[in-house]
T-cell receptor, first 113, second 116 residues
Framework: SQQGEEDPQALSIQEGENATMNCSYK?????LQWYRQNSGRGLVHLIL?????REKHSGRLRVTLDTSKKSSSLLITASRAADTASYFC?????????????FGKGTKLSVKP | DAGVIQSPRHEVTEMGQEVTLRCKPI?????LFWYRQTMMRGLELLIY????????DSGMPEDRFSAKMPNASFSTLKIQPSEPRDSAVYFC??????????????FGQGTRLTVV
């Protein structure tokens, strides 16, 4: 079953612009992660934010987490054509089934040169 | 480490045949996940193991699907008999989970299964 839901489903921007993707989830979580998937490849981890954190940065990536709204956002600044990929959020909930990792359906980002 | 290794990369089989997908996790990782990805349903968690023990198989769609992890370095996902609707990309991922801190999952390149 899906836990996270990304929004928008697809995003097309010009190189140099910022890209913002959102993720909403349903149950309480211990942490939230963002992954990237290039066409035909496996997923690659980008960043993890814990439930007691509100914001985290990694290079051109900025992630925010609002546990009261059960939502997160991923911002990619100064986008490049190489950022074209699908981006997924994933949540981990240790309350019931310890260690599960549930993904949303993803946002397909297209960065045009 | 070479990362998570899945085999085969591509599999085409006829309906009714048995299919076995294989996964070698990263050495030292204690969690192993099997996912299925389709356009319609996205990335679905099928089953995951902790220390070779299946923890949650509620995502396994039917009894035709079974998964095993006989040791820390090998896991299989078997479909018997296969059906055209099983066509998808199947991913294996492994992780070393540090309590509630969480940890990233490392994915294999996937097995693209086509059932005709």
């Amino acid at each position: 079953s899906q836990q996270g839901e990304e929004d928008p489903q697809a995003l097309s921007i010009q190189e140099g612009e910022n890209a913002t993707m959102n993720c909403s989830y349903k149950t309480s979580i211990n942490n939230l992660q963002w992954y990237r998937q290039n066409s035909g490849r496996g997923l690659v981890h980008l960043i993890l934010i814990r439930s007691n954190e509100r914001e985290k940065h990694s290079g051109r990536l900025r992630v925010t987490l609002d546990t009261s709204k059960k939502s997160s956002s991923l911002l990619i600044t100064a986008s490049r054509a190489a950022d074209t990929a699908s981006y997924f959020c994933a949540t981990t909930n240790y309350g019931g089934s310890q260690g599960n990792l549930i993904f949303g359906k993803g946002t397909k980002l297209s960065v045009k040169p | 480490d070479a990362g998570v290794i899945q085999s085969p990369r591509h599999e085409v089989t006829e309906m009714g045949q048995e299919v076995t997908l294989r996964c070698k996790p990263i050495s030292g990782h204690d969690y192993l996940f099997w996912y299925r990805q389709t356009m319609m349903r996205g990335l679905e968690l099928l089953i995951y193991f902790n220390n070779n023990v299946p923890i949650d198989d509620s995502g396994m769609p039917e009894d035709r699907f079974s998964a095993k992890m006989p040791n820390a370095s090998f896991s299989t996902l078997k479909i018997q008999p296969s059906e055209p609707r099983d066509s998808a990309v199947y991913f294996c991922a492994s992780s070393f989970l540090l309590g509630t801190a969480g940890a990233e999952a490392f994915f294999g390149q996937g097995t693209r299964l086509t059932v005709v």
